[in-house]
Structures are given as C-alpha cells and as structure tokens.
C-alpha cells in the first residue's frame, strides 16, 4: 500500500487537556487522518515519548491490523490513548482516587494508567485482560488526532516487533512505510523512552515500567510506591510480568549489546580491553559512551549517547543510537551504564533488556544470560 506521510509543526497545534480549541491549523490533513482512523485503517504520530501505530482502540480489526503491521505477537495489550480526561469514563468502570491524583499531577503527559476496563473496548485491544491501559499524551500533534478521530486511538510504539522504538519519522518511515495508511512527522520527539506503566487496580501504586514519571517522583505523592520486580530483573521460570509487553526482549537491537556496571574509569578500562581484542579478530564494534568518555575509546565505532550530568540527554539518544549501530551492521555493542536515579531507572530498563541481561560487573560478579 502507498503510505501518505505529512510534516506538521507541533508549535502551530495547540496543547492537549485544554478542552476542543475552535479552530486548528492542518484542517485537511488532520480531517483525513481522522478518517483513516474512524474506517479502521493505521495512522502512525508523533507523541513526547515515542512515536505510536495508532488504529480505532473500540475496533477488533484494527487492533487485529496493528499486530500485523508490527509482525507483534497478539496477546501483548496495546495502550488506549485520548486526548481528554471526561472520555475516560467511557473507557473504564472505575477511577479510583489513586488515578485522579496521578491525573491531576501529570497528564496530559508521559504517564499511563492501568484501569479496569469497560465492555466497549474490545478483547483484542488488550489481549484479553480486563484491564485497559490508559494515556493522555501531551504532544499537541497527538492530540489534534485524537480529537480528529474522535474515537480513542489504541497505539503501540510505531517500531517493528523486537526494533527499537521510533524516537525520529525516519524510524517510523524505516519500518513501516508501506505497511500502513499515513505517517504524521512530527519531528524529533521530546523524551525518548516509553511511558512509565502505574498499575492503578490494586490498594497501592505499582510501576510496571519505568519511565520519565520516576518512582521519586510517585513518592512525593504517595506514601506508598511498589515496583514490579519484571521492571528491574529478569523475569525466572513461572513468573509472569504483570506489563505483558516486558516479558519480550524488547528494544533489541541486532549486535549482541554487553552491560558494563561500576566505577567510570574500570568500566571504560574493560570495554577499551574487549574492543581491542574484537578489533584483533575482524569484528566491528559499537560502543555506546557518554559526552565525559567518548575520547577515551581509541578503537570501535564510538557514540556519545548524551551527558552523565543530564541522564535525561541519555533517555533522548538511547533508541537512535541503537539504531545506528544496527544501520552500521556492528556485531556487538559494549555499553556503559548510568546513574539509575530519576529517568536513569527508565535508561537502565532499557538497556538490561537490550542487553538480555548480559551485564558485566567490572568490580564483582557478572550475570549472562543462558545461552
Ligand atoms: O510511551 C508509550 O507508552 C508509547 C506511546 C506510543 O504512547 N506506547 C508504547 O506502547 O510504548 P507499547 O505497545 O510498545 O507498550 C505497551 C506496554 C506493553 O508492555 C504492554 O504489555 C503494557 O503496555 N500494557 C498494555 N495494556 C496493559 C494492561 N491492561 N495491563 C498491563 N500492562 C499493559
Ligand atoms: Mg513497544
């Protein structure tokens, strides 16, 4: 199929959360995006965090589309995006006061809330849970299609199953030029990483990914803050993540990716040791540094990812750099690793499931994964 892909200016949009604005720049487009959306076919957009796949979220055959275009295995729940707060009550049975709280302090915003879901939402949306996820994105071109649609839009990162999320349209164009009806180009995106995951149905917040809402963050608000351990390790015979989506190896770029942890100046040591030794037999190496390091690799194809004094740099670059290793054909990328304080929770969720949890320990013991 021919894909029809649109550059909007996010500036010219007005921001999302404050009610149905008269008039919006974009009228046609956003008028035939909105059709696209409502005669079930896939609009891919823009949001703070990443690019989505968006799709009809009350439509079986376009959740059913979604997963095809993807190539993504059915019963990994999509998340159900609107673009303001009185249509959640349609979606979900219940708000309980944890979500209007968690609402109120940051949405529209990177934040998604697992709710418990209403008839209307169809079992292939959220692959067969009774729960629905919930997010209201604060990027006004993701608003404006919302609104255009004028249905809720479920949308999974608008990456190829097992790729690295889209942080770019080039990203999006790459994997799915062809495969759906329309690209909207929205630009380069703000945060980089997914939406932070909050379970909303049990007596306590709990975190089921991490991302730029921090559990720092949750806890300036709520006494009580749990994490789901699928968001910190991996997952052991018979254990389940309660986020179906962790149990993949997500973010997977094609080379092996290795994890160095500890002191700056052993880690930097170590993986200067093993690129020489790669570089000696034939083998091209990615190295994935930071703005204070990236001079101190003397050999490997070496990329700054952004600056250990602003990890949220780090979270901006994650995905792209990825990206361009596996453009360049690397056959194995060595990482450092960053404060885990903040969004630096998000960062390392990223890269231990890129990794596998192949994680190397320069001062103790290291974990592979088995083989
Ligand atoms: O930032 C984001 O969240 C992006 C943008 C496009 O909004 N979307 C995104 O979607 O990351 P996706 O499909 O790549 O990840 C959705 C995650 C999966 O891990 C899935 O298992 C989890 O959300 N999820 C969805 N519905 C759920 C539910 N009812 N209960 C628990 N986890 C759920
Ligand atoms: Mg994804």
Redesign the pocket.
Known sequence: MDTIIVTLSREALPRSGGGEEERTPYPEVLARAGEILRLGGLVAFP?E????LGGNALDKEAARKIYAAKGRPSD????V?IADREELDGLVSEVPPMADRLMEAFWPG?M?L?LKKKPVIPDET??G?R???V?M?SDPVAAALIRAAKVPIA???ANLSGRP?PTRAEHVIEDMRGRIEMILDGGPVGIGL??T?I?CTGEEPVI??P?YVSREMLEELFDRVSVDPASVGPTGEGEHP?????KYRHYAPEAALTLFEGESRAVTERIRARVAEDVRNGRRVGIIAADETKTDYPEGIVRSIGSRRNVETVAHNLFAVLREFDDLGVEAIYSESFSPEGIGQAVRNRLTKASGYRIVRVDGPSTYPAE
Do not use: F, Q
């Open positions: 949001t965090t990443v690019y989505g990994n729940p999509l998340i995006h990177p998604t697992i959220t692959g849970l729960t629905v996820a997010r994105p949308a999974p990162s999320s997914e939406s995951i379970d089921l990914r991302g309660k986020a179906p989506g962790m």
